[in-house]
């Protein structure tokens, strides 16, 4: 029988996971990583529901995703898969959830039934646009959030229309603003003993995204554009072509700009006119891009960096994603890690991304078939084994 090894920072805590696709699973395994007995529920097979999974069930994606969990099949339609979901709710402090707002209701999870059950309960709902509004039930994923929240009008090159970040960069940041809102009302729950509902959406975790670039616009009415690679507002900060390749370059402010002069070997661009403050040089930039443009293409980027970077200019390479786990740091940091599969061996995986000095994150368990343990639960809940054996008979397991 599997349960997370003692130790973990997150030990003694049960967290029921019904997500789908990225947001909420990427909440969940927050708490997967550190220790929490996190339970999985999924339709059990040939039940009809829908399932909206990340790929294949031993794909990269879902195992990344899923790791670390109890598998339990159950029919949620079904008044006796509803009673099992409420037992567990007992000894649960956690829900995690990406229904659309009508089906909590209907399935019989949302907030009000569940606290009626356990007080202590607190249950992260995960949507699109947010609970009520009158978005309410559109369906939304990563992409469509990514323009609806302004992302995609400030990424990409000036003229060429709006662009995408490479990654689910809402998904993964609505998971983990939901996780830190889970963690914060558990902070809470210590004092008053009390849970509550916990929603993040799609839409306000793009927004909040936009950090500073929303904020130009809120209080100081500026729209902001794209720019490319280029920051917007603090220069020479973008990418370069070198002599083989690309590399980052981060020189805002005034005493980085002259740390940079130095290190090309022009002190006396500090002092051009054109780009001799933060504010010049933003407004100059194309002119500053080109005769920087031409400076780093003279030399190789691996030579760049170690000028740059010993300046104390702030400059980095732009790898392709097998280069990125070559990195000494990244090798260092252990920032891949490996989890035992039952049929693909040892995969690697992202490491759980905090780092803590006594109870660190640690992968344990691949994503196994569906229903697992379901057995193992549901014992656990009290249910014998002839109830058991009828509960799958029946089709709720």
Request: one cysteine or more; a negative charge.
């Amino acid at each position: 029988m599997y349960r997370p090894a003692p130790g973990g920072a997150f030990e003694g805590l049960r967290v029921i996971d019904l997500a789908q696709v990225r947001s909420g699973p990427t909440c969940v395994k927050q708490f997967a990583d550190y220790g929490a007995d996190v339970i999985r529920i999924e339709p059990p097979p040939g039940s009809g529901r829908a399932e909206l999974m990340t790929g294949p069930r031993d794909g990269a994606d879902m195992q990344n995703l899923h790791r670390n969990k109890r598998l339990l099949t159950l029919e949620l339609k079904s008044a006796q898969g509803r009673e099992v979901l409420h037992r567990l709710v007992r000894s649960a402090d956690v829900v995690v959830e990406n229904y659309r707002p009508d089906v909590k209701t209907r399935l019989g999870i949302d907030y009000e039934t569940l606290a009626a059950i356990n007080p202590r309960i607190i249950l992260a709902s995960i949507s699109g646009f947010g609970q009520d509004g009158p978005y309410r039930e559109r369906p939304g994923f990563d992409q469509i959030l990514q323009g609806m929240s302004g992302l995609m009008s400030v990424t990409g090159r000036p003229g060429e229309g709006p662009m995408r970040t490479g990654a689910a960069i809402v998904d993964v940041a609505t998971g983990l603003y939901a996780a830190l809102g889970v963690m914060t009302a558990l902070h809470e729950r210590a004092r008053s003993g009390r849970g509550q509902w916990v929603q993040a959406s799609l839409l306000q975790s793009g927004l909040g995204l936009m950090d500073f670039q929303a904020a130009r616009w809120l209080v100081d009415g500026v729209v902001p554009g794209q720019v490319g690679n280029d920051h917007p507002t603090s220069m020479p900060t973008s990418a370069y072509a070198t002599a083989d390749g690309h590399m980052n370059v981060g020189a805002g402010g005034d005493t980085i700009w002259r740390r940079l002069c130095e290190a090309i070997g022009q002190p006396a661009l500090a002092d051009d006119t054109r780009f001799a403050r933060d504010a010049d040089r933003s407004l100059n930039r194309q002119a500053l891009n080109a005769h920087l443009a031409g400076v780093f293409r003279e030399r190789p980027t691996a030579e760049w960096l170690e000028r740059l970077n010993a300046a104390g200019v702030p400059s980095g390479p732009i790898y392709t994603v097998d280069q990125v786990f070559e990195d000494p740091q990244v090798v260092h940091g252990e920032m891949a890690a490996t989890v035992p599969h039952p049929t693909r061996g040892e995969l690697r995986v992202v490491a759980p991304t905090a780092v803590l000095s006594r109870t660190p994150g640690r992968l344990e368990r691949a994503l196994g078939p569906k229903g697992q343990d379901s057995d193992d639960v549901l014992a656990e809940l009290g249910y014998d084994e002839a109830q058991i054996a009828a509960l799958r008979a029946e089709g709720v397991i």
